[in-house]
Protein backbone atom coordinates (compact mmCIF):
# COMPACT_ATOMS: atom_id res chain seq x y z
CA UNK A 1 0.00 0.00 0.00
CA UNK A 2 2.82 2.29 -0.33
CA UNK A 3 3.21 3.08 3.19
CA UNK A 4 -0.20 4.16 3.69
CA UNK A 5 -2.56 2.55 6.24
CA UNK A 6 -5.47 3.37 4.17
CA UNK A 7 -7.23 4.08 0.66
CA UNK A 8 -10.71 5.06 1.64
CA UNK A 9 -11.40 8.54 0.11
CA UNK A 10 -11.97 10.23 3.52
CA UNK A 11 -11.93 14.05 2.87
CA UNK A 12 -11.23 15.43 6.47
CA UNK A 13 -10.34 13.95 9.52
CA UNK A 14 -12.21 11.43 10.51
CA UNK A 15 -13.64 11.95 14.61
CA UNK A 16 -13.81 8.16 14.86
CA UNK A 17 -12.40 5.37 13.65
CA UNK A 18 -13.49 1.65 14.24
CA UNK A 19 -10.74 -1.45 13.43
CA UNK A 20 -13.01 -4.24 13.31
CA UNK A 21 -10.66 -8.09 14.46
CA UNK A 22 -8.20 -5.38 15.79
CA UNK A 23 -5.81 -8.88 16.66
CA UNK A 24 -2.78 -7.12 17.89
CA UNK A 25 -3.69 -3.75 17.44
CA UNK A 26 -1.35 -2.62 15.53
CA UNK A 27 -3.14 -1.11 12.50
CA UNK A 28 -5.33 1.31 15.20
CA UNK A 29 -2.43 1.99 16.81
CA UNK A 30 -0.56 3.43 13.88
CA UNK A 31 -3.54 4.93 12.44
CA UNK A 32 -4.14 6.46 15.75
CA UNK A 33 -0.35 8.08 16.05
CA UNK A 34 -0.52 9.13 12.31
CA UNK A 35 -4.20 10.89 13.40
CA UNK A 36 -3.94 12.26 17.01
CA UNK A 37 -7.48 14.20 17.05
CA UNK A 38 -9.55 10.83 15.62
CA UNK A 39 -10.46 8.30 18.38
CA UNK A 40 -9.67 4.95 17.65
CA UNK A 41 -11.45 1.76 18.64
CA UNK A 42 -9.99 -1.23 18.34
CA UNK A 43 -12.56 -4.65 18.72
CA UNK A 44 -11.74 -8.31 19.23
CA UNK A 45 -12.59 -11.21 20.77
CA UNK A 46 -9.38 -11.53 22.56
CA UNK A 47 -8.32 -8.40 24.43
CA UNK A 48 -4.04 -9.23 23.59
CA UNK A 49 -3.37 -5.42 22.57
CA UNK A 50 -0.27 -3.66 23.86
CA UNK A 51 -0.93 -1.49 27.25
CA UNK A 52 1.12 1.55 25.83
CA UNK A 53 -1.17 2.44 22.80
CA UNK A 54 -1.82 6.14 22.22
CA UNK A 55 -3.76 7.78 23.90
CA UNK A 56 -6.57 8.32 21.29
CA UNK A 57 -7.00 4.75 20.92
CA UNK A 58 -8.38 2.01 23.17
CA UNK A 59 -9.26 -1.66 22.40
CA UNK A 60 -13.03 -3.54 23.30
CA UNK A 61 -13.79 -7.17 23.35
CA UNK A 62 -16.23 -7.27 20.76
CA UNK A 63 -17.96 -10.68 18.61
CA UNK A 64 -17.80 -8.97 14.93
CA UNK A 65 -20.32 -11.75 14.30
CA UNK A 66 -22.61 -10.38 17.05
CA UNK A 67 -24.48 -7.48 16.85
CA UNK A 68 -22.40 -4.01 17.52
CA UNK A 69 -23.61 -1.89 20.47
CA UNK A 70 -21.53 1.13 19.67
CA UNK A 71 -22.99 4.74 21.26
CA UNK A 72 -22.12 7.09 18.53
CA UNK A 73 -21.52 6.18 14.43
CA UNK A 74 -18.05 5.99 13.03
CA UNK A 75 -16.52 7.85 10.16
CA UNK A 76 -14.39 5.26 8.82
CA UNK A 77 -14.36 1.54 9.40
CA UNK A 78 -11.13 -1.06 9.37
CA UNK A 79 -11.21 -4.49 8.87
CA UNK A 80 -9.15 -7.26 7.50
CA UNK A 81 -9.35 -11.07 7.12
CA UNK A 82 -13.13 -11.01 8.13
CA UNK A 83 -15.04 -13.69 6.35
CA UNK A 84 -18.73 -13.17 7.49
CA UNK A 85 -21.36 -11.84 4.79
CA UNK A 86 -22.97 -9.89 7.14
CA UNK A 87 -20.84 -7.38 8.36
CA UNK A 88 -21.27 -5.53 5.42
CA UNK A 89 -24.81 -4.63 6.29
CA UNK A 90 -23.20 -3.81 9.86
CA UNK A 91 -20.58 -1.52 8.98
CA UNK A 92 -23.34 0.24 6.58
CA UNK A 93 -25.37 0.42 9.62
CA UNK A 94 -22.34 2.46 11.66
CA UNK A 95 -21.58 4.65 8.87
CA UNK A 96 -22.55 7.75 9.85
CA UNK A 97 -23.08 8.82 6.17
CA UNK A 98 -9.19 -17.69 -3.50
CA UNK A 99 -6.32 -17.61 -6.44
CA UNK A 100 -2.56 -18.12 -6.63
CA UNK A 101 -0.88 -16.40 -10.14
CA UNK A 102 2.44 -17.99 -11.25
CA UNK A 103 4.37 -17.63 -14.51
CA UNK A 104 4.13 -21.11 -16.33
CA UNK A 105 7.08 -23.05 -14.97
CA UNK A 106 5.80 -22.41 -11.64
CA UNK A 107 2.33 -23.36 -13.01
CA UNK A 108 3.09 -26.79 -13.68
CA UNK A 109 4.85 -26.99 -10.17
CA UNK A 110 1.56 -26.13 -8.74
CA UNK A 111 -0.50 -28.23 -10.45
CA UNK A 112 1.70 -31.02 -9.88
CA UNK A 113 2.04 -30.67 -5.97
CA UNK A 114 -0.16 -32.25 -3.85
CA UNK A 115 0.86 -29.93 -1.35
CA UNK A 116 0.27 -26.50 -2.79
CA UNK A 117 -1.10 -23.58 -1.17
CA UNK A 118 -4.04 -23.87 -3.85
CA UNK A 119 -4.61 -27.69 -2.87
CA UNK A 120 -4.70 -25.97 0.54
CA UNK A 121 -7.10 -23.83 0.03
CA UNK A 122 -9.24 -26.25 -1.95
CA UNK A 123 -9.30 -28.14 1.33
CA UNK A 124 -10.18 -25.63 3.75
CA UNK A 125 -12.71 -23.97 1.45
CA UNK A 126 -14.43 -27.28 1.21
CA UNK A 127 -13.80 -28.43 5.05
CA UNK A 128 -15.30 -24.69 5.57
CA UNK A 129 -18.28 -25.68 3.62
CA UNK A 130 -18.66 -29.05 5.16
CA UNK A 131 -19.41 -27.00 8.79
CA UNK A 132 -21.56 -24.61 6.95
CA UNK A 133 -18.97 -21.66 6.29
CA UNK A 134 -18.09 -19.80 3.36
CA UNK A 135 -14.57 -18.76 3.29
CA UNK A 136 -14.17 -18.29 0.18
CA UNK A 137 -15.86 -14.24 0.25
CA UNK A 138 -13.23 -12.24 -1.68
CA UNK A 139 -14.92 -12.35 -4.74
CA UNK A 140 -18.37 -11.52 -3.46
CA UNK A 141 -17.29 -8.15 -1.09
CA UNK A 142 -18.09 -5.84 -3.78
CA UNK A 143 -21.86 -6.93 -4.19
CA UNK A 144 -22.54 -7.32 -0.33
CA UNK A 145 -21.17 -4.10 0.13
CA UNK A 146 -23.62 -2.48 -2.45
CA UNK A 147 -26.36 -4.93 -1.27
CA UNK A 148 -25.71 -3.30 2.24
CA UNK A 149 -26.21 0.57 0.74
CA UNK A 150 -22.37 1.63 0.02
CA UNK A 151 -22.38 3.33 -3.31
CA UNK A 152 -19.17 3.68 -5.47
CA UNK A 153 -17.57 0.78 -4.37
CA UNK A 154 -14.01 -0.12 -5.55
CA UNK A 155 -12.12 -2.95 -5.14
CA UNK A 156 -8.19 -2.58 -5.26
CA UNK A 157 -6.10 -6.23 -5.83
CA UNK A 158 -2.74 -6.31 -4.96
CA UNK A 159 -0.76 -9.25 -5.84
CA UNK A 160 2.19 -10.18 -3.64
CA UNK A 161 5.19 -12.81 -3.85
CA UNK A 162 4.23 -15.67 -2.19
CA UNK A 163 8.02 -15.90 -0.74
CA UNK A 164 11.11 -14.18 -1.27
CA UNK A 165 12.01 -15.80 -4.27
CA UNK A 166 11.94 -11.58 -6.31
CA UNK A 167 15.09 -10.45 -6.64
CA UNK A 168 13.61 -6.88 -6.41
CA UNK A 169 14.14 -5.52 -2.80
CA UNK A 170 10.54 -4.64 -1.50
CA UNK A 171 9.23 -7.55 -3.18
CA UNK A 172 11.54 -9.73 -1.42
CA UNK A 173 10.43 -8.51 1.94
CA UNK A 174 7.14 -8.54 1.20
CA UNK A 175 7.04 -12.31 0.50
CA UNK A 176 9.52 -12.69 3.55
CA UNK A 177 6.74 -11.18 5.29
CA UNK A 178 3.77 -13.36 3.12
CA UNK A 179 5.69 -16.53 3.83
CA UNK A 180 5.32 -16.21 7.97
CA UNK A 181 1.54 -15.41 7.37
CA UNK A 182 0.82 -17.94 5.30
CA UNK A 183 2.82 -20.47 6.79
CA UNK A 184 0.86 -19.67 10.55
CA UNK A 185 -2.57 -19.64 8.53
CA UNK A 186 -1.41 -23.12 7.25
CA UNK A 187 -0.69 -24.47 10.51
CA UNK A 188 -3.84 -23.30 11.94
CA UNK A 189 -6.09 -25.24 9.94
CA UNK A 190 -6.88 -28.01 11.61
CA UNK A 191 -10.44 -27.97 12.57
CA UNK A 192 -11.27 -27.20 8.49
CA UNK A 193 -8.63 -30.37 7.49
CA UNK A 194 -10.58 -32.56 9.55
CA UNK A 195 -13.68 -31.29 8.62
CA UNK A 196 -12.26 -31.94 5.05
CA UNK A 197 -11.79 -35.89 6.19
CA UNK A 198 -7.79 -35.88 6.77
CA UNK A 199 -7.08 -37.82 10.64
CA UNK A 200 -3.96 -36.55 12.60
CA UNK A 201 -1.44 -38.23 10.19
CA UNK A 202 -2.79 -37.18 7.16
CA UNK A 203 -2.90 -33.14 8.54
CA UNK A 204 0.59 -33.41 9.91
CA UNK A 205 2.24 -34.90 7.11
CA UNK A 206 0.27 -32.52 4.37
CA UNK A 207 1.19 -29.23 6.58
CA UNK A 208 4.59 -30.34 6.66
CA UNK A 209 4.76 -30.53 2.81
CA UNK A 210 2.25 -27.50 2.29
CA UNK A 211 4.75 -25.55 4.13
CA UNK A 212 7.77 -26.65 2.21
CA UNK A 213 5.87 -25.53 -0.97
CA UNK A 214 5.36 -22.20 0.14
CA UNK A 215 8.97 -21.82 1.18
CA UNK A 216 10.90 -23.16 -1.64
CA UNK A 217 11.73 -20.30 -4.25
CA UNK A 218 11.55 -22.45 -6.90
CA UNK A 219 7.79 -21.53 -7.19
CA UNK A 220 7.77 -18.03 -8.87
CA UNK A 221 4.38 -17.13 -7.98
CA UNK A 222 2.03 -14.37 -7.11
CA UNK A 223 -1.11 -14.06 -3.81
CA UNK A 224 -3.93 -11.35 -4.09
CA UNK A 225 -4.67 -9.21 -1.48
Known amino acids: MNGKLSWAPINAEPARVLDVGTGTGIWACDYAEAHPTTEVIGT ?36 RMMYVESRARAIYREIGADQVAADAESEEMIKNNPFSLREYMRRVIQGAANLGRDINVAPKLKDWFVEAGFVDVTVHQILGPLNDWSHDPVDHQIGSFITQDVIEVVESASKFYKAYGMNDDEISQFVAGCCRHVRSTKCRSYIPW
Open 44 to 79: DLSLIQTNHSPPNCRFVREDAEEEWVHDQPFDYIHA
